[in-house]
């Protein structure tokens, strides 16, 4: 029934989109030359209906660390399909739900001990802010600038990136932000004894920002001494994609709190989890009345865990996370190299197989630039994304709305090859880019646009 209903339809992709669903984002991807008409994915490539070949430096947005449609989680789910199990029984449990829980656990430090199991991201994050209010009997939050946890209204009330959160309040109240990396600030915050729990993740998704040395670690210490639950958003730094099975583990961190989502299915289902401490699930579910204070229709579902079972098997069978950590060195040593080629480039940094490219007005000065970035704060970053998908067959995106910054989430299941591609590739683009007159052009663009 699908095949013949998409052998019927195909090509109409876009306009049905945009009939029924959202055609001002319709309208963005064909401004940039975006809307291809895809045929199939495998692995870190994507095949358009011409047969042509792209890079995916984009991931799912970090969902498909395990590769695009990898077979062996496939298998697991029609496995799981043919055995018709007796899954989301509500008024009691399946095995599954409990199996890839035993799995977490081993994986993480013993202070974790406990998993609810959500359908995303920004649902795990929900969890932390509810749960963690109930267990400390405060009310207060603190995150970080320039955070991104999800765009519910919780997680956006934690976020702190104003580009999406105006237009959407008032916000809920008890909520504040601290500058990322800045433990005296934090201790300001915390000193008041009311605070939750403090919510940060470990790398920040949307420009890559790493942690100063000793921050992660200052700020895990800051919490213990002021009664504040320590949680760490993992819902894009998790399972393999800095080189660690999580971030945390770079730091030697023991958190109260951590979200877990997007690859943990391989990309196949929604998927997400909360993994809290002994204290917090006490703190929260302490009486028989009390069992079913927090929890989510679907999320348990057997197709879920099964393939959240095949897709932590599948890291270790095909070594993922050693992989994610050779091939992110492979990929800072490739472009690094890049800076003093180019000057718009101002810095290149990631962690493992999480990667950005921060780029600035030259040294020497430019007009061109500086008008460019009055009209919109980053749009070079677009500059050198588009010509990278056009030309080059590779998909990236623009991460940061106040600083134009290049993000790479690749598949981990990427060659040394595909990364020297590229590094090619973007030194193509950026020798292009780069020059005064097609700046200049954008700028006027842009202009124009407004």
């Known amino acids: 029934m699908i095949r013949e209903l998409l052998d019927a339809r195909a090509g109409e992709d876009y306009d049905l989109y945009a009939r029924g669903i959202n055609p001002q984002f319709m309208r963005v991807l064909k401004t940039i030359g975006f809307d291809r008409v895809w045929a199939r994915a495998e692995g870190q490539y994507l095949y358009d209906s011409e047969g042509n070949r792209f890079l995916d430096m984009l991931g799912g947005f970090g969902m498909f660390n395990a590769g695009r449609n990898n077979p062996r989680i496939r298998e697991a789910l029609m496995e799981t399909l043919e055995l018709e199990t007796p899954g989301s029984v509500q008024l009691g449990v399946s095995l599954l739900p409990g199996l890839l829980a035993e799995e977490l656990l081993k994986r993480t430090p013993a202070r974790l001990a406990r998993v609810l199991f959500t359908s995303s991201g920004t649902e795990a994050v929900e969890a932390a802010l509810k749960l963690g209010r109930a267990a400390t009997g405060r009310t207060r939050v603190v995150s970080t600038e320039q955070s991104f946890h999800g765009l519910t209204l919780g997680a956006l009330s934690a976020g702190g990136d104003r580009h999406f959160v105006e237009r959407f309040g008032p916000l809920l109240p008890g909520f504040s932000q601290v500058p990322f ?26 420009g890559v920002n790493l942690p100063p040395a ?31 099975l999580f971030a945390y583990e770079h730091w030697g961190l023991e958190p109260d709190l951590v979200t877990v989502a997007k690859s943990l299915s391989g990309g196949y289902i929604p998927v997400g989890g909360l993994l809290m401490s002994q204290p917090v699930y006490d703190g ?45 060195a492979r990929l800072l040593e490739l472009t690094r190299a890049l800076t003093d080629e180019h000057e718009v480039v101002r810095e290149v940094r990631g962690l493992g197989l999480m990667w950005a ?49 290049l993000k790479g989430l690749p598949p981990l299941v990427v060659t040394e090859q595909d990364l020297e591609e590229f590094a090619g590739a973007l030194d193509d683009v950026l ?13 006027l663009r842009a202009a124009r646009a407004r």
Do not use: I
């Open 214 to 244: 000793g921050y992660l670690e200052g700020a895990q210490e800051l919490c213990r001494s002021c009664g504040t639950l320590f949680a760490v958003d993992e819902v894009q730094t998790g399972f393999a994609r800095t080189g660690k």
């Open 357 to 405: 490219m921060e780029f600035g007005e030259p040294e020497s000065g430019s007009v061109a630039w500086r008008l460019m970035e009055r009209m919109q704060s980053g749009l070079f970053a677009q500059l050198v994304v588009v010509p990278l998908f056009t030309k080059h067959r590779v998909l990236s995106q623009v991460a940061g709305h106040d600083l134009p910054v």
């Open 431 to 443: 020798a292009k880019a780069g020059r005064p007159t097609r700046v200049a052009g954008l700028a």
């Open 181 to 206: 990396g800045d433990l005296e600030a934090l201790e300001v915050a915390l000193r008041t004894e009311d605070v939750a729990l403090f919510l940060v993740e470990p790398v920040q998704g949307k």
């Open 284 to 328: 929260v579910f302490d009486s028989l009345e009390h069992s079913v204070s927090h929890g989510s229709t679907f999320a348990p579902n057997d197709l879920a865990m099964a393939a959240g079972l095949a897709t932590l098997r599948e890291l270790d069978d095909a070594g993922l996370v050693e992989r994610s950590a050779r091939l992110g």
